[in-house]
């Protein structure tokens, strides 16, 4: 049988190094499905329950592994379910492929059943390379360049095939004028920013007596660089959500996350500072970073288009975090005075003390603090951690210590509920002798997570270390939408949109024959956390966890506490639990433990 468009696509991709393809099968993508069965496991086929799913794990893969993450879809609604998670990809500034299946060539234009302009579709999602297939000769350079593109860019890029076209015997471009012959391979190149911008960037950074320091995502590879200029500086280390593993919580002088899900020390590096650093991020919330002309500011950033958006910076580097940073250290003058740096640790230390007391207040029946703070001491080297949108994310920001090696990630610029769950399952595949742990809110587990625990049901078997953990906060609550109502417009819970149906995460599980664990006792936390990690199967944790334990912001503003007087005075369903858990939290800030 001579080779198909469909057979040299999957030979293509296998070259580029790719061995696995998330996505759901239709016949707008048969051709390709037989190819990959004629490929003999060459690149693993993984089948999710729905496409929004298969985009999600594309886009986990290539956060955790560094390489494109690859999904797959059928023509119609096969591609548009693909949307929202690649633009979690996009957002992110992940490398991305998807290819997607068209109706035949002839009836383009016909209003023929499943046929959607996808060019239009993926234009924004995909704006740097998306193109349509149309004659086998083509499917070279189409492969090429979008697997280049989606890595040199760090984006999202699009393949679009019609079905008959993927049956059609493949056919490699004539050496004539008007072909495009191309070659796969890419390495990532060494950017540094030019000697004399490090020299400016390091006279701005010697000067300043109070540094901060933010990191984010880009500076993922410069956790030992970021490490020694902080050491140098006598500088403070704040985090970007997407760059909670940059550096580790365990050190003194790293005050956390930064933002409104971030933390006190955080806050108080930010206002107080008169030098801040950022490294590899586009951290969007400027009310959390120094007032403008309050401190000198040095930014570094691949991406030439997001320096100085956030802050006006000073001095801009283009540059690899990582290299530019190598390139700087020589020119720092190792601070002498760490008064700076003692008042930082000093803050830190209490920061943590607090924590510990607010997540060791008493709730009704489970504080979703304690679910995260007993769950951080236990977590195993080299985990990689995943939390969903949500109040989920507060907790996974602020009481989790990550550890060298740990990997962690979620939904950053877009924010979108629903890939907790397929951001493990992808991390499992990547890594299948690695724990994965899942921390999503009910919420989420009913948008899409109930769904892909099938997923996990059907493969889990195959994975050489079973240790896969969803924990599911249960309090029949949207709850972040509940008191984003109450604390940004002042409204009371809409019990209508906010209010959740009942559901037994843990006897679903066991249901699929995975275990499950249902939790209603504080004291029980840390025991079940111990067993889920010793179990030998996947494992779902479902915690009953109390919506009224507040996510307090790093610094309560005079407008917020207006707007939760403003909830109670209009008669919130939960005023009484509410003030009761708001008025404990706020004492542990204070006195922490003597809340109860």
Request: overall charge negative.
């Given at each position: ?9 999957i030979q293509r991709l296998r070259e580029w190094g790719v061995r696995r393809i998330y996505g759901y099968p239709g016949d707008g993508i048969n051709g390709v499905m037989g190819a990959l069965n004629r490929a003999e496991g060459a690149i693993e086929f993984i089948q999710v329950r ?472 504080e004291e029980d936390i840390g025991r079940v956390w111990d067993e889920a990690l010793a179990e030998n199967r996947p494992t779902v944790l479902e915690f009953i966890t109390d919506p009224e334990v507040p996510p307090l912001p790093p610094h309560i503003s005079f407008e917020q506490a ?35």
């Amino acid at each position: 049988m001579s080779q198909t468009t469909s057979d040299f696509l999957i030979q293509r991709l296998r070259e580029w190094g790719v061995r696995r393809i998330y996505g759901y099968p239709g016949d707008g993508i048969n051709g390709v499905m037989g190819a990959l069965n004629r490929a003999e496991g060459a690149i693993e086929f993984i089948q999710v329950r729905h496409e929004e799913m298969a985009a999600f794990m594309a886009c986990a893969h290539a956060k955790f592994t560094g390489e494109v993450g690859v999904c797959m879809a059928t023509s119609g609604p096969g591609a548009i379910h693909l949307l929202n998670g690649l633009y979690d990809a996009k957002l992110d500034h992940q490398p991305v492929l998807a290819i997607v299946g068209q109706q035949a060539r002839a009836a383009l234009g016909g209003s023929y059943q499943q046929e959607v302009d996808l060019v239009s579709l993926f234009k924004d999602v995909a704006h740097e390379y998306v193109h349509m297939a149309s004659v086998p000769q083509q499917m070279r350079h189409l492969i090429d360049r979008a697997i280049r593109t989606a890595l040199a860019e760090r984006t999202v890029t699009c393949i679009i095939l019609p079905n008959d076209l993927q049956e059609l015997p493949s056919e490699e471009p004539a050496r004539e004028h008007g072909t495009v012959h191309s070659g796969a391979g890419w390495r990532s190149p060494r950017v540094i920013p030019e000697a004399m911008d490090l020299r400016e960037a390091a006279d701005v950074l010697n000067a300043g007596e109070r540094v901060a320091i933010l990191a984010g995502a880009g500076s993922m590879r410069a956790t030992d660089e970021i490490l020694e200029v902080a050491d140098l500086l006598g500088a403070g280390v704040a985090k970007a959500l997407l760059g909670k593993a940059a550096v580790p919580d365990d050190l003194p002088f790293v005050t956390g996350s930064i933002g409104l899900l971030g933390t006190k020390p955080s806050w108080d590096l930010m206002t107080k500072c008169d030098t801040l650093l950022m490294v590899g991020s586009s951290f969007p919330y400027s009310e959390f970073l120094p007032k403008e002309g309050q401190a000198r500011g040095v930014q570094i950033d691949i991406d030439g288009r997001m320096l100085s958006i956030r802050y006006p910076m000073e001095v801009n580097l283009v540059g690899d975090s990582r290299e530019t940073l190598r390139a700087l250290i020589p020119l720092l003058e190792r601070k002498a005075d760490r008064a700076w740096r003692k008042s930082i640790e000093k803050n830190v230390a209490e920061w943590w003390r607090v924590l510990e007391a607010r997540a060791m207040s008493s709730a009704k029946p489970i504080n979703p603090q304690r679910v995260f703070w007993e769950l951080s001491p236990r977590l195993p080297d080299n985990c990689i951690l995943a939390s969903d949108s949500g109040s989920s994310a507060n907790w996974f920001a602020r009481d989790l210590k990550i550890r060298r090696g740990m990997m962690a990630s979620l939904s950053g610029n877009l924010a979108t509920m629903g890939p907790g769950v397929p951001y493990v399952i992808a991390a499992k595949f990547a890594f299948p002798e690695r724990t994965a742990i899942a921390l999503v809110g009910d919420g989420a587990m009913q948008m899409s997570g109930n769904g892909e625990l099938l997923t996990i049901a059907k493969y889990w078997r195959e994975w050489s270390n079973a240790h896969l953990i969803i924990a599911v906060l249960h309090n029949n609550d949207l709850n972040m939408v509940t008191w984003e109502q109450r604390i940004m417009e002042g409204d009371p819970k809409f019990e209508a949109s906010q209010n959740l149906p009942n559901f037994e995460y843990a006897k679903y599980a066991e249901l699929l024959g995975l275990r499950g664990i249902r939790v209603d006792r504080e004291e029980d936390i840390g025991r079940v956390w111990d067993e889920a990690l010793a179990e030998n199967r996947p494992t779902v944790l479902e915690f009953i966890t109390d919506p009224e334990v507040p996510p307090l912001p790093p610094h309560i503003s005079f407008e917020q506490a207006k707007s939760f007087a403003s909830s109670i005075l209009k008669r919130d369903p939960n005023a009484g639990e509410m003030i009761r858990q708001s008025l404990k939290q706020m004492a542990d800030t204070w006195l922490p433990g003597k809340s109860d």
